[in-house]
């Protein structure tokens, strides 16, 4: 079973416009973290915003923030006022548990294409 | 701010050849992470490194892998053998101590087998 499930492979969407790129886990582990990260075409991966499975408020940076909903076991995130420069590929990734050099899980990334 | 840093940044090599890819961690962390990413697909976890040992590896990670870290500043990832389906991004990543770090990436080597 997919780990990390991210079911827009693509999404084109209005300069200005807020959008919501979707993703859900599925882990047994109680003490988890979720990350988003970006990628433009240039290839480089850049770290948007992480989300605590403990975390008692959604988490926010800038423009990003994370719609974390764990009983349904998802953490979506929210772009407001999308500029030119947010079109790129966007992953979320999952890490297990808490101690020591614990692996990301990706999924398979939404494109997102705004649109002047 | 500090970055990871990887060389080179494409690297062309003939099948079967050995190939060594390089990567600075941030000075300060401690865990240090390889990816991959073949052309157009998701990010896939190679190795973690930990105090000078492997703490964990997956599927992918067979003998012809190894990682290495040599001083206290390089890390790096040797594929002894290339095969044509090596070809890829590898991505090096590092993180610090604490439960809410993001492992911060480099900004890959592009490996090309030909």
């Known amino acids: 079973a997919q780990k990390i499930t991210q079911t827009q492979p693509g999404m084109f969407v209005q300069e200005k416009e807020a959008v919501t790129l979707d993703c859900t886990y599925d882990?047994?582990?109680?003490?988890?973290?979720l990350f988003w990260y970006k990628q433009p075409s240039s290839g480089e991966m850049i770290f948007l915003i992480y989300?605590?499975?403990?975390?008692?408020q959604n988490a926010t940076e800038g423009r990003y923030s994370l719609n974390f909903q764990k009983a349904r076991k998802s953490a979506n995130l929210v772009i407001s006022a999308s500029q030119l420069g947010d079109s790129a590929m966007y992953f979320c990734a999952m890490r297990e548990g808490w101690r020591g050099a614990q692996k990301l899980v990706f999924g398979q990334g939404t494109r997102l294409t705004i649109n002047p | 701010e500090p970055e990871v840093t990887q060389t080179p940044s494409h690297q062309v090599t003939q099948m079967g050849q050995e190939v060594i890819l390089r990567c600075v961690p941030i000075s300060n962390h401690l865990y240090f992470y390889w990816y991959r990413q073949i052309l157009g697909q998701k990010v896939e976890f190679l190795v973690s490194f930990y105090n000078n040992e492997i703490s964990e590896k997956s599927e992918i990670f067979d003998d012809q892998f190894s990682v290495e870290r040599p001083d206290g500043s390089n890390f790096t990832l040797k594929i002894r053998s290339t095969k044509l389906e090596d070809s890829a991004m590898y991505f090096c990543?590092?993180?610090?101590?604490?439960?809410?770090?993001?492992?911060?990436f480099g900004d890959g080597t592009r490996l090309s087998i030909l």
């Open positions: 882990t047994s582990d109680q003490s988890y973290g």
């Open positions: 989300q605590g499975s403990y975390d008692e």
């Open positions: 990543a590092s993180s610090g101590e604490g439960t809410r770090q993001p492992q911060h």
